[in-house]
């Protein structure tokens, strides 16, 4: 995929303009549009890493610096780094029997400065997603769900990571599809994806008539961008998910 992606493009590894000498590649849209295709969801957001997807997803769907953001004991540190680093403040809840957030706790955690509630499904496992929804809806929070270890679970018939207002997803090496580094925001809002798309690539807004140069800010945004390279072989990686999952699962059994 990556020989491939030299003798297509000429050597272009950054996902935006050289459009003289690219021909019409571009890896990190493609592998956006393909995963969006494969989750069933609307918005794809490519991202330098799964703790960056975190953040960015956090910022898109509005959480602010002082607010509260529940989420679970049991998870990588990623998760309440992102919360800090957009300013808010992390409350911590305690596990049930999945390994994942206890939806028990979780309505005993919420205060008036709750603003949004982070489940994080834990490898592989959903965590009770029926409960934790209702949870928000009766309190008006939004949802973040921490998918990174958890590309390809379902819960209830409906893929993790869609569930929520927004998810987040990493493709590290660690993770079921491998781009040695990267992340990836999943949502159905377009809002919330023009937000993420701003917020990960210095705030662009990415104008149909005007170029990178020249075009506004939407908001102060930073450098999360995906190479071209890593998306090739997002792409490779995604045509074998399926397998990818079945071994997992007979590893499991």
Known sequence: AVIDLFDANGGVLFAHGFDAIRNGVFKVREFENEFANKMNAQYCQAVSSGTAAVKVALEAIGVKPGDEVITQAFTFVAS???????????????????????????????????????????????????????????????????????????????????????????????????????????CNDKNTYINARSLHDHGHEYSQTLGRGEERALRLGFNYRMTEIQGAIGLAQLNKLEMIISKQRDNKK
Not at 96 to 108: F, K, Q, S
């Open 80 to 186: 309440t780094e992102a919360i800090l680093a957009v300013g808010a403040i992390p409350v911590i809840v305690d596990i049930d029997e999945t390994l994942n957030m206890d939806p028990l706790a979780l309505e005993d955690a919420i205060t008036a400065k709750t603003t949004a509630i982070m489940p994080v499904h834990m490898m592989g496992e959903p965590a009770k997603m029926f409960e934790i929804l209702k949870i928000a809806e009766r309190y008006n929070l939004k949802v973040i769900e921490d998918a990174a270890q958890a590309l390809g679970a379902s819960y209830r018939g409906q893929l993790c990571g869609t569930l929520g207002n927004v998810g987040a997803f990493s493709t590290d090496a660690g993770k079921t599809i491998n781009t040695g580094e990267g992340g990836l925001v999943l």
